[in-house]
């Protein structure tokens, strides 16, 4: 059991360090790599801290204090996923907007620089 | 004084149709001659644009791929803009006859409703329908009937005219990916009428439908919820 405790630790290690390398190549926003942070932080605490889970595990009446770290590791990752599908259908929406708008401008300008060109009669 | 005429524009949203939309932009001006005819090319990667410029079509180029609703919605919006009172929506594969454009214009200059829907099961003309497409019909029939309180035969129908009133609304709201059942629930949300009038259908003239079983079910699913979400909206509004 102790070695699927190590596992996560270790995973979630190389969570952070793989977000942090991705916000440092520009890969990633700043602002989009708080919450994997937050998510990897959350579960190496835990991942690391035993007696918490103990506690944890106690608290939500789960027998098994892994089944209760990677509960909350589940729940926190899907957190980060409805925060992204949040985020991904607002850009979604704006880049729809946007092309609509460029596609209105672009004919709109054509048409009046077909306008300009026509000799007045 | 004699009434201003209503000035019409002919909608056809286009993705990879080179093959058929000179032909449809061909068949609409010989039905209605003098119409303005808009191809809305959704970013097509052949000679749709070419082909509906050439053709004698004016042409708006969406500069990235946004799929069907995203495309009408944005001749929506052109056509919102430069003040057209109504706009029919014709496929540009081809399916939709238009030599029924004057049926669904009659429709909508005599005012009682804000959109017309093209129907190819008025008149019992449904025979060019895949399995598929008659069963999601069949399935959307039956949804709609008690959210619409009233029943609606082809609700899958791209045949479509909207009036001024209509534009407005769908210019600002518009469904993205399948937008015509989820257009009726909207329109409804509204309290706007609609009314169906008999269309001929054909087979698509060029390349072959994508629907198989696997994405019909995904569209079946998609529509559902897009239904649902707008009938919680329209709870929520009556509230």
Known sequence: MDRLFDVIAIFSLVLIVWVLSSVRREHIRVEYSVSWLLAGAVLLVLAS??????????????????????????A???VVLYRLSLRISGLKDSSITLAQQVAILEFRLEALNEKIQTPAR | MTPTPKRLLILIPAFN????????????RAAVPGTPILVVDDCSGDSTRGEATAAGAQVLALPHHLGLGGCVQAGYRLAYQLGYDFVIRVDGDGQHDPRDIPVVLKALEQGDCEMVIGSRFVDGNGTHTSWLRAA???????????????????PTSGFVGVSRTALELFSATFPLEYPEIEALVVLQRKRFRFVEVPCRFRPRRTGRSTITAVKSLYYMIHVLLGVFVNVLKFERRRK
């Open chain 1, 49 to 74: 801290w035993r007696a918490l889970d103990d506690s944890i595990a106690a608290a939500l009446g789960i027998p098994d204090s892994f089944m209760a770290l990677t509960m909350i590791a589940g």
């Open chain 1, 76 to 78: 926190a990752f899907l």
């Open chain 2, 17 to 28: 149709e080179e093959r058929a939309v000179g032909g449809v932009v061909g068949e609409v």
């Open chain 2, 136 to 154: 999601a019909i069949v399935f959307f029939r039956a949804v709609l009937r008690p959210i619409l309180g009233r029943p609606v035969r082809d």
